[in-house]
C-alpha cells in the first residue's frame, strides 16, 4: 500500500509563511492528479487545492490568494505554501494522489498538523 509522506507542519504564528512538502514515494508519471484538503479542529475534511498531470491548478474559494500549490517532479514532491497565515488555517493537512488507473483507490498522507495562535 502506497503511503504519501507529509512534513512542514507545526505551531506558526498569524501573518508568518508555511510551506507543507508531500512526497509521493514512487514515479508521478503514474498519477492522474495530486493535491491538499484540511481538516480544521471539530470540523469536517475540506478540499485546499488540487494539481493535475498537466498542470492544471485548481484552488477552494478559502484557499485563493494566499495558498499556493506547486511540485517538483524530479522529487516527486508536492508543496502547500501558505501566506500570512490566519489562526483559522489551523487544521491537519493532508496531501492525497489519485492514480492513473480509475480502479484503484486514492494514495493519503498520514496529515501534518498546523497550528496558527499568537
Known amino acids: 500500500q502506497v503511503h504519501l509522506v507529509e512534513s512542514g507542519g507545526g505551531p506558526s504564528q498569524p501573518g508568518g509563511p508555511l510551506r507543507l512538502s508531500c512526497v509521493f514515494p514512487?514515479?508521478?508519471?503514474?498519477?492522474?492528479?495530486r493535491g491538499w484538503n484540511r481538516q480544521p479542529p471539530g470540523s469536517q475534511r475540506e478540499f485546499v487545492a488540487s494539481i493535475s498531470s498537466g498542470g492544471r491548478i485548481n484552488y477552494a474559494d478559502s484557499a485563493k490568494g494566499r495558498f499556493t500549490i506547486s511540485r517538483d517532479t524530479a522529487k516527486n514532491t508536492m508543496y502547500l505554501q501558505i501566506d500570512n497565515l490566519k489562526p483559522e488555517d489551523t487544521a491537519v493537512y493532508s496531501c492525497?494522489?489519485?492514480?492513473?488507473?480509475?480502479?484503484?483507490?486514492?494514495?493519503w498522507g498520514q496529515g501534518t498538523h498546523v497550528t496558527v495562535s499568537s
Open positions: 492525497y494522489a489519485n492514480p492513473l488507473a480509475a480502479w484503484m483507490s486514492t494514495y
Open positions: 514512487g514515479s508521478t508519471s503514474s498519477l492522474i492528479a
